[in-house]
Each structure stands twice: as C-alpha cells, then as structure tokens.
C-alpha cells in the first residue's frame, strides 16, 4: 500500500519541540490527493511606446486533499502551518517541497464533536520571474561591468600609477562605513579628468580588492548591498538596517558563534531601509549577512557583520 507521507520540521525549537538536533515529525495518511490546480499571475506595465512590458510572474501547482480527523491530527496540522520546512512525498512517489508558508489547514467539526473534516492544500515551491533572461548575478542587474583600479579621494588618485583608459573612482564626500559615496568617475589620460558613466546601471569592479560598485546615478554602492547598522533596542532584539540594490529582495541570515545559517526572514528594500528585528538567542558571536534577490535572480550575499552579546 502506498500512503502519503508528510514530514515537517522548523529551522529552530517552536513551542516545546526541540529541532535544533534535527528532529522532524511525521505523518502517513492512506489518502489520494486531488489532481493539482494551477495559478498564474502576471503584473505588468505600458512603457512610453504603450508597449506591455511584464515586471513580474508566478506560477504556482496547489494540492489539495480532504480527509476525517480526530483531535491530535487537528492539532497537528494546525501547528504545521507555522513551521519553517514541509515536505510531502505522493503515492506515486514524487517528493513535494512545500513553499514557505504555502500549506492551508481548515477543520470543520462534525455534530457529534469527536471527529472533524478537515481540508488540507498545499502550494508546491513556486516559480517566480522578472525581466532578467535567466538566472545570473551582477549581468542580471547591470547593462555591463566596467573595471576600476581603486577608490581613493580626488587628491589621492596619483597614487594609484593607472595606465591610460584605467577608470577610478574619486570621491569627495563617503558615508555610512565607507560604503556609500558621493563621487565622480575618473579616466587616465596623460592625467586624471572626469569620465561619463557609460549607463547608469553600471557596476564596477575594483582590482584592488575584487569588490564590486554600482552607480545607481547619484550615489556609489557596494554591489549586492550592505548592513548599514545593528542596534540593539531591547535585551533579546537586534535592529538591521540596510542598503541593498533597488528592485531587489533580501534574505537575512545569521550564524552564531560559527554554526550554521538561520534564515531571520524576507524583506524588500524599502523595509531594510527602515529597519527589521529579530530576537537573539542569548550570549554569543552573531555574523549576519544578506543574500539578495529579484524574482529568480540571484546577486550573491553582502559582506558579513558582527554583533557580540555578552
């Protein structure tokens, strides 16, 4: 006989299970599972010739299956709602990766009060999309990546001994940890004289120590962004914010005391900007860092910082 199996587990202790070891639970339902729908969604803009140009995509699978349930599965599946990672594996065999968040619990209990039905569906990990051709990292983003040899101030750049056609970076005014600048692209020519940036989206890499810059037309980035600060408003809470590339999506994750990633959540940039929190787990090193996004293309993670709880 082939039953459906679900699995389940979360990337950290939830209420009174202890996961951190590698703990999963488990389910095995003699069920069938409903044929999968599908959903599709389409957003999309008219540019200035009134052409529709598409700015996001998804698409989802969505199964769903019924069955009756006593209390202790109720809860079960109720509970399951909340965790990190499911995992279900059909009769047929096929291994489901349940996206985050993406299965739905709702019980309705019957007159005589021990037994309930209860509907339960559940989204495969979906496929999103934006106007990238496929997945990259910095060509994903850039309209092409030039090459400088250093970031210095202006009165500094001789000291970068450049040979003709090198670029540079020379800066007048830098901001937040030396990531951030207000400057002015360089050419050497005989001498150091002001160069147009070729597109505005551009990205430069710096020989120096291999790090890359986007110009986003009036300030200098580090490429894919930054953690600007990391402040502690409460005993257990630590405050992020940060910079990362416009349009795009962020991940944060942190390691304590050399362990492994946990992921603290998903945030747009605009909500980075503002500031998110996540509670600590007590004493310890916290390296975090950011791995950023737009649909399904991936920039690569930023530099990590450090936070000590002691």
Not at 100 to 114: A, M, V
Not at 247 to 254: C, L
């Amino acid at each position: 006989m082939n039953l459906l199996k679900l699995e389940w587990w979360n990337d950290h202790d939830l209420g009174d299970v202890l996961y951190q070891d590698g703990f999963k639970n488990k389910i095995f339902l003699n069920i069938e599972v409903e044929k999968p729908e599908y959903n599709t969604v389409i957003e999309s803009d008219l540019n200035g010739d009134a052409v529709e140009i598409a700015k996001f995509r998804k698409w989802e699978k969505v199964y769903k299956f019924e069955c009756w349930m006593t209390e202790d599965l109720v809860d079960a599946f109720s509970f399951m709602q909340i965790h990190d990672n499911i995992e279900v594996t059909l009769q047929s065999g096929d291994v489901i990766q349940v996206a985050k968040h993406g299965l739905r619990f709702e019980p309705s209990w019957e007159e005589i009060g021990c037994v309930a039905k209860g509907v339960v569906s559940f989204t495969e990990n979906y496929v999103v999309a934006g106007n990238c051709d496929e997945n990259k990292d910095l060509g994903c983003y850039c309209d092409e990546t030039e090459t400088i040899i250093g970031i210095r101030p202006v009165a500094d750049l001789s000291s970068l001994g450049p040979n003709p056609g090198d670029y540079a970076l020379g800066y007048t005014v830098e901001n937040i940890a030396d990531k951030k600048y207000t400057g002015v692209l360089y050419q050497y020519n005989g001498g150091w004289t002001t160069a147009a940036v070729p597109d505005q989206y551009t990205c430069f890499t710096n020989d120096e120590d291999s790090t890359v810059w986007f110009w986003d037309g009036q300030f200098w980035h580090l490429f894919p962004g930054y953690i600007i600060t990391l402040t502690e408003p409460s005993g257990t809470e630590i405050m992020v914010t940060a910079w990362i590339l416009p349009g795009t999506f962020g991940k944060i994750y942190y390691s304590k005391n050399g362990g492994g990633s946990v992921l603290v959540g998903t945030y747009t940039g605009d909500e980075l900007s503002s500031g998110v929190t996540f509670t600590h787990t007590g004493v310890g090193t916290y390296d975090l860092w950011i791995t950023v996004y737009n649909h399904s293309c991936a920039y690569l993670n930023t530099e990590e910082e450090q936070i000590i709880i002691s």
